[in-house]
């Protein structure tokens, strides 16, 4: 089994640095499990770190795919597995970071439901189906295959009767069975995931509006509009869907102010803050990090001083 570690939390917590920091440390490498960095052109908007954050430390998974394609958590495992396996291979510790949870869990639970892929086509056929015939009808073709999942889920949780169906047309399995291989599933990797967490919001939510604010210094503006100017920012696809670029689409219609865009993105960024301290906080064996003390953000030696510690009693103990 592979030991690596993995940085989680939510947005602006400081995980580059802290990711950057260790891999120095422990002779490793850093390998992103966020969403939006994986897309070319994107740098200011999904905060890629750049040469002087990266302290000369290899970073993998940056810049995978066009602002318009579309990348699944199935897609993500099939590119972090081999990466991970050739960091370890090198005599070179795997070092994720990020903060798209789904994308951390479905690596670590091992082979199994994420590997029913996803096709966006079945789903607009499927939805269609369902807006001309009803929800009834599309449960029932469900419950024609999956007898199991047709009676765990309601007819009028559309999303959830199209992704069975989407699995077992992509597989010839059905999700009940799906769902019984992911509980069985043995993950290859053993990972000391760390998850850092601030005692006060209220400083969270300052460093998310400095970031924010910083980014339209850099020219987030500009990055916006090339999506804009290429279709992409209202087509539903890719990178459309990030923070940071969607909030852009009122004002190039003439809707709103720069500033307006400006708070929209501060507000979307804290309520995705939220979002992701709830997931990480559903995992029980996270080693937990505050780094903020009495009101002040602790300084990134003394958050990596305990991180390190712990991360390797944690793999010490797991042998």
Same mark, same amino acid.
């Given at each position: 089994m592979t030991d690596?570690?993995?940085?989680?939390?939510?947005?602006?917590?400081?995980?580059?640095?802290?990711?950057?920091?260790?891999?120095?440390?422990?002779?490793?490498?850093?390998?992103?499990?966020?969403?939006?960095?994986?897309?070319?052109?994107?740098?200011?908007?999904?905060?890629?770190?750049?040469?002087a954050e990266m302290h000369g430390i290899a970073h993998h998974l940056f810049d995978l795919r066009d602002p318009g394609e579309d990348f699944s958590c199935s897609d993500f495992c099939d590119a972090a597995t081999p990466v991970l396996r050739d960091i370890a291979a090198r005599g070179k510790l795997p070092v994720l970071c990020?903060?798209?949870?789904?994308?951390?869990?479905?690596?670590?639970?091992?082979?199994?439901?994420s590997a029913a892929g996803?096709?966006?086509?079945?789903r607009e056929r499927y939805a269609e189906l369902a807006a001309r015939e009803g929800n009834e009808a599309l449960h029932e073709r469900l419950r024609e295959v999956d007898p199991e999942s047709a009676d765990a889920v309601h007819p009028n949780n559309v999303k959830r009767v199209i992704r069975a169906l989407e699995i077992f047309d992509l597989t010839g399995i059905t999700k009940s069975e799906w769902d019984r291989r992911s509980r069985d599933a043995v993950s290859e990797f053993r990972c000391a995931v760390v998850v850092l967490e601030f @005692?006060? %919001?209220?400083?969270?939510?300052?460093? #998310?509006?400095?970031?924010?604010?910083?980014?339209?210094?850099?020219? +987030?503006?500009?990055?916006?509009?090339?999506?804009?100017?290429?279709?992409?920012?209202?087509?539903?696809?890719?990178?459309?869907?990030?923070?940071?670029?969607?909030?852009?689409?009122?004002?190039?219609?003439?809707?709103?102010?720069?500033?307006?865009?400006?708070?929209?993105?501060?507000? @979307?960024? %804290?309520?995705?803050?939220?979002?992701? #301290?709830?997931?990480?906080?559903?995992?029980?064996?996270?080693?937990? +990090?505050?780094?903020?003390n009495n009101g002040v953000v602790r300084s990134a030696d003394d958050v990596t001083d305990e991180a390190q510690a712990r991360i390797l009693e944690r793999l010490h103990n797991n042998i």
């Open positions: 690596i570690i993995a940085i989680a939390g939510p947005t602006a917590s400081g995980k580059t640095a802290l990711a950057v920091k260790l891999a120095e440390r422990l002779s490793g490498e850093v390998v992103s499990f966020d969403s939006m960095q994986l897309y070319r052109g994107l740098s200011i908007g999904t905060a890629k770190p750049d040469a990020g903060g798209t949870g789904l994308y951390l869990d479905s690596l670590l639970a091992g082979p199994g439901l996803a096709n966006e086509a079945l @005692a006060e %919001r209220a400083l969270l939510y300052e460093r #998310i509006e400095r970031r924010v604010y910083k980014m339209f210094e850099r020219g +987030i503006e500009d990055e916006a509009r090339m999506l804009w100017k290429h279709g992409i920012l209202d087509s539903g696809k890719g990178a459309s869907q990030a923070i940071g670029y969607k909030e852009f689409l009122p004002y190039f219609r003439g809707e709103c102010t720069l500033a307006d865009v400006r708070e929209a993105i501060i507000t @979307a960024t %804290r309520h995705y803050a939220k979002r992701q #301290i709830t997931w990480f906080s559903r995992r029980s064996d996270a080693i937990r +990090i505050v780094v903020d």
